[in-house]
């Protein structure tokens, strides 16, 4: 029986963790998976989540397990920083603790099958793994163009995607910092994909995964708040692995909005249902861990803080690699100022992709993506060298 099983690619994008640590060189760079680094290429743990932990290790007084909603005062302090107005009082937002945001939008999905959804449009290029959630639920993908060439979004593709979708469709969108592009929907853009999404039947499943690595906590939801208020209802899927830096606890949370409070506790109880099925509960402790940082002002100054830090930082490297733009032509460097969040793309051929590999020890996803934080005063220069070197001619 499990010899039928065919062999499946590696996940392209984790097969460069390990080929990045296999190659022996010391110059080598690593602008594949999306974790941010310091200036010195660290990833360290937030000083706050530190001292969270610190907290739970002294206060903890059990393991015992919560359900499958995980660590509702987690969910509700985080449900603050996304839901904002009337929507907030209203009793129409349930929420629950997912297994990073992968698990927030694995529940999304299959929730949105559950309810009658048959297809789920997706923007183009997209973070691989949304593709695969869909097709894995065996859902119909149908794209759409995420940006144009000049590197603004395509707002028209958007707008049709939402309107063509009908009642069983959902339309995933990126709430900020888009991935792989860094080009997100304006303000005014967001404003018409709201008036959209207010006079279709489609599902606006939005997917926030880097809330404060773009413009700033308020920024980075201003556009997913702006089609809230404008739906009767929606899904949301959220990953706090990035804002609080805590990729392998996997800490995520899923919400839903629905159209009246009445209709509320059954549509949990199916996503209740299907995160049992999935994974019975999610991981507690990093979840526990956003939770008292969350709760704690001194807490939760210092863990904004240290996201201003990040965030400032990459503006800098998006600014160095956008004042290089007359070195390497053709690239369109000058637009990663304007772009938002760990990622930039690139329109590198798969052969110069290899070359930055091969010959210069540059590791990035074969679309041409590139983790701007991988980037710092040190490696700045050797990197725009190597792309001018590999486009040359
Ligand atoms: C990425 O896109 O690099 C991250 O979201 C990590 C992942 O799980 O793919």
Not at 37 to 63: C, W, Y
Not at 131 to 152: C, P, S
Not at 346 to 366: F, V
């Amino acid at each position: 029986m499990l010899e039928n099983l065919p062999a499946q690619p590696a996940d392209a994008l984790l097969a460069l963790i390990k080929m990045h640590a296999d190659d022996p060189r010391a110059d080598k760079i690593d602008l594949g998976v999306g974790v941010y680094r310091t200036g010195d290429g660290a990833t360290p743990v937030f000083k706050a989540i530190k001292g969270a932990e610190a907290r739970l290790v002294a206060e903890q007084d059990s393991k015992s397990y919560l359900g499958p909603e995980g660590d509702s005062r987690f969910v509700e302090a985080l449900q603050t920083y996304i839901f904002d107005g009337e929507s907030m009082t209203d009793g129409r937002i349930a929420g629950m603790q997912t297994p990073g945001g992968t698990g927030a939008v694995r529940l999304a999905l299959g929730l949105a099958k559950k309810a009658g959804v048959t297809k789920v449009y997706l923007g183009v290029p997209s973070w691989p793994n949304h593709a695969q959630i869909i097709a894995d639920l065996e859902l119909e993908t149908v794209t759409f163009n995420h940006a144009r060439e000049d590197g603004t979004a395509d707002l028209d593709a958007a707008l049709n995607a939402i309107r063509e979708a009908g009642e069983r469709g959902a339309v995933l969108l990126h709430g900020c910092c888009h991935n792989p592009t860094g080009i997100d929907y304006t303000a005014d853009e967001w404003s018409a994909i709201a008036a959209a999404f207010a006079e279709s039947p489609a599902l606006p499943v939005l997917d926030i995964a880097y809330q404060g690595l773009g413009q700033g906590m308020e920024e980075d939801v201003a556009g997913v708040r702006t089609v809230l208020r404008a739906v009767p209802q929606a899904l949301v899927a959220y990953s706090c692995d990035k804002n609080f830096g805590l990729y392998r606890d996997r800490v995520g949370a899923f919400y839903m909005m629905a159209k009246s409070g009445d209709t509320l506790e059954a549509i949990a109880s199916n996503a209740n249902a299907l995160a049992r099925a999935n994974w019975s509960m999610p991981p507690d402790h990093g979840g526990a861990a956003v939770r008292v940082v969350l709760e704690d002002e001194g807490l939760t100054a210092e863990w904004l803080d240290e996201l201003e830090t990040m965030r400032e930082r990459m503006r800098g490297v998006r600014e160095r690699l956008a004042a290089a733009d007359a070195e390497v032509t053709g690239l369109g460097l000058a637009a990663l100022a304007g772009q938002n969040g760990l990622f930039a793309m690139l329109p590198l051929t798969s052969e110069q992709i290899a070359r930055l590999r091969d010959d210069h020890g540059i590791y990035m996803a074969g679309s041409g993506r590139i983790n701007v934080a991988g980037l710092h005063d040190g490696n700045i220069p050797k990197f725009i060298a190597a792309l001018a070197d590999v486009t040359q001619g």
